[in-house]
């Protein structure tokens, strides 16, 4: 894709913009306050273990 339009991703900052998003994200004290009750309902269910294996149990 970068033959067609003769730039990188590089080229246009969406590795600063990315970053810079996701330190927005992961420092603001609002989505953390937001997300500690799904993240409690997830471990109750059994957290990522639980979760990989019922996809496991739909692939097979």
Known sequence: ????????VADVGLPEALRAALDDLVTDPEVARRSAQPRADARSEGGTRR???LIENMLV
Do not use: F, H, P, V
Request: aromatic share 0%; glycine share 10%; proline share 0%.
């Open 1 to 8: 894709m970068e033959e067609e339009i003769g730039a990188s």
């Open 51 to 53: 979760a990989a294996d």
